[in-house]
């Protein structure tokens, strides 16, 4: 029973942030005005209709609510909030860029996807907002407001929500093997003796772990590289390289040697075959990495055996925030109105309603799970925003770089490839993909 549950939870998970495969238009108020055509600097009396469009289902609801609390305020501006599927959001938005028809006013971004829309001028410039007040940069964190800065210094988006990468274990596993819970000065070394003493084997047969890699390299294998003292796609502070460090692949070989040294961590065939948020539900393995908005899916199934620690480190604490954001993608007809949103966006009342779902990017408001997981030492997330950094993203090619180092990690994952083999490929396909990227902007 306890397994259907956890798979039908994980199904819900899955289905609320890669949701369907066709637009769930939603129009909050009936539209009113057709688009001004208002371009340039928001500026006067702001009207017309804007489309707001973001991706993930479980906010949903919020996301309307926000807009509705907007229209409230400025009856002369119609928003329309358009849920999308994650697995097409980006190619509608790009694609419709390029057309000089933006599908969207106001849209979600992420850390990933922003550093390619700079680049190609895809997404409108609103350091005006911060400069006149509008936007009170003071209000949200640095690390946030880094992950959305151009090359020019100038910020591209307001930040949406705040989250970090921490380790999430099972107090009653822990209990039974009569281990202390992991704390905030969590080492690598540690986490590795902790998962040793908590595996359990029915004759040869591994029938719980002590830890399971993150699906999401951003939430693992890029974290384990900045505990080890490591960089990624910083080429002019690593001799031109990439993700081919000595640092890294210390790192990724540490990470390397819980499946295939230590036994304390599943390989890829079977986290393919049961995945990881399966395991930890089912009471399969011990501990994982995972950032805040997990906890609520962990806790309906384990209650509160649930427990958050730092993330455990190999040389120094380190963890990245991934902070998603409010844009403007380039060519709206309504730039006005569009900005208008967007300052709305960022001041506390239209970030307050997500702390049912999230913790916002506003500094000071008090998220529902801060609250409500307590004592499940969830304010370790709040605290490693004090040495989290951004979301680590190549400046030129952005999500294909991350799918480089992705497709390599799979293949020491799977045991396909030695850690140096890898992370050399790995390198190649960063390169590769910088060239291309470069190569289409015309550098």
Same mark, same amino acid.
């Given at each position: 029973?306890?397994?259907?549950?956890?798979?039908?939870?994980?199904? !819900?998970?899955?289905?609320?942030?890669?949701?369907?495969?066709? *637009?769930?238009?939603?129009?909050?108020?009936?539209?009113?005005?057709?688009?001004?055509?208002?371009?340039?600097?928001?500026?006067?009396?702001?009207?017309?209709?804007?489309?707001?469009?973001?991706?993930?289902?479980?906010? &949903?609801?919020?996301? $309307?609510?926000?807009? +509705?609390?907007?229209?409230?305020?400025?009856?002369?501006? @119609?928003?329309?909030?358009?849920?999308?599927?994650?697995?097409?959001?980006?190619?509608?938005?790009?694609?419709?860029?390029?057309?000089?028809?933006?599908?969207?006013?106001?849209?979600?971004?992420?850390?990933?996807?922003?550093?390619?829309?700079?680049?190609?001028?895809?997404?409108?410039?609103?350091?005006?907002?911060?400069?006149?007040?509008?936007?009170?940069?003071? @209000?949200?964190?640095?690390?946030?407001?880094?992950?959305?800065?151009?090359?020019?210094?100038?910020?591209?988006?307001?930040?949406?929500?705040?989250?970090?990468?921490?380790?999430?274990?099972?107090?009653?596993?822990?209990?039974?093997?009569?281990?202390?819970?992991?704390? &905030? &000065?969590?080492?690598?070394?540690?986490?590795?003796?902790? !998962?040793?003493?908590?595996?359990?084997?029915?004759?040869?047969?591994?029938?719980?772990?002590?830890?399971?890699? +993150?699906?999401?390299?951003?939430?693992?294998?890029?974290?384990?590289?900045?505990?080890?003292?490591?960089?990624?796609?910083?080429?002019?502070?690593?001799?031109?390289?990439?993700?081919?460090?000595?640092?890294?692949?210390?790192?990724?070989?540490?990470?390397?040697?819980?499946?295939?040294?230590?036994?304390?961590?599943?390989?890829?065939?079977?986290?393919?075959?049961?995945?990881?948020?399966?395991?930890?539900?089912?009471?399969?393995?011990?501990?994982?990495?995972?950032?805040?908005? $997990?906890?609520?899916?962990?806790?309906?199934?384990?209650?509160?055996?649930?427990?958050?620690?730092?993330?455990?480190?190999?040389?120094?604490? !380190?963890?990245?925030?991934?902070?998603?954001?409010?844009?403007?993608?380039?060519?709206?007809?309504?730039?006005?109105?569009?900005?208008?949103?967007?300052?709305?966006?960022?001041?506390?009342?239209?970030?307050?309603?997500?702390?049912?779902?999230?913790?916002?990017?506003?500094?000071?408001?008090?998220?529902?799970?801060?609250?409500?997981? @307590?004592?499940?030492?969830?304010?370790?997330?709040?605290?490693?925003?004090?040495?989290?950094?951004?979301?680590?993203?190549?400046?030129? *090619?952005?999500?294909?770089?991350?799918?480089?180092?992705?497709?390599?990690?799979?293949?020491?994952?799977?045991?396909?490839?030695?850690?140096?083999?890898?992370?050399?490929?790995?390198?190649?396909?960063?390169?590769?993909?910088?060239? @291309?990227?470069?190569?289409?902007?015309?550098?």
């Amino acid at each position: 029973m306890k397994r259907n549950l956890a798979l039908v939870l994980c199904i !819900a998970l899955v289905l609320a942030l890669f949701v369907g495969c066709a *637009s769930n238009e939603q129009p909050v108020q009936q539209q009113g005005a057709e688009p001004s055509g208002d371009g340039g600097a928001a500026s006067g009396e702001a009207s017309g209709t804007i489309d707001f469009r973001y991706w993930g289902a479980e906010q &949903d609801e919020i996301m $309307q609510q926000i807009a +509705n609390d907007f229209m409230a305020q400025n009856s002369n501006i @119609k928003v329309t909030a358009t849920l999308e599927p994650n697995d097409q959001f980006w190619t509608k938005i790009l694609t419709s860029i390029a057309a000089k028809q933006p599908a969207a006013d106001v849209c979600w971004i992420n850390p990933t996807y922003a550093v390619q829309m700079m680049n190609n001028n895809q997404l409108e410039c609103v350091q005006d907002l911060y400069d006149s007040g509008k936007v009170d940069r003071s @209000k949200f964190v640095e690390g946030a407001l880094q992950s959305y800065t151009g090359s020019d210094g100038k910020l591209y988006a307001v930040p949406k929500d705040f989250q970090t990468v921490c380790l999430i274990y099972n107090k009653g596993i822990f209990d039974e093997v009569g281990l202390p819970y992991p704390g &905030d &000065d969590y080492t690598w070394d540690q986490m590795v003796s902790d !998962a040793q003493k908590l595996v359990k084997k029915e004759g040869d047969k591994i029938t719980r772990y002590g830890f399971v890699h +993150n699906a999401s390299v951003m939430s693992s294998w890029f974290v384990y590289c900045y505990t080890n003292g490591g960089s990624l796609f910083k080429p002019e502070e690593n001799g031109g390289k990439y993700v081919d460090t000595p640092e890294n692949r210390e790192a990724f070989q540490k990470a390397a040697d819980l499946i295939f040294k230590y036994q304390v961590a599943p390989d890829g065939s079977v986290t393919t075959e049961t995945t990881g948020d399966e395991m930890f539900m089912n009471e399969m393995v011990a501990m994982t990495a995972y950032v805040p908005a $997990q906890i609520e899916n962990y806790s309906k199934v384990l209650g509160d055996k649930v427990g958050v620690a730092c993330f455990p480190y190999m040389k120094e604490k !380190a963890t990245i925030t991934n902070c998603l954001g409010y844009g403007i993608p380039a060519g709206t007809k309504n730039l006005a109105a569009a900005k208008e949103f967007l300052a709305y966006l960022s001041s506390e009342a239209g970030q307050a309603p997500q702390s049912k779902a999230m913790i916002p990017a506003y500094k000071g408001i008090v998220s529902d799970m801060e609250t409500k997981f @307590k004592d499940m030492g969830f304010k370790t997330y709040l605290d490693a925003g004090d040495y989290a950094i951004p979301t680590p993203v190549e400046q030129y *090619s952005g999500n294909a770089a991350r799918k480089a180092i992705e497709t390599e990690v799979s293949n020491i994952l799977f045991g396909t490839k030695d850690v140096t083999t890898a992370i050399q490929d790995a390198e190649k396909g960063i390169i590769e993909a910088v060239e @291309k990227a470069k190569s289409e902007m015309g550098s």
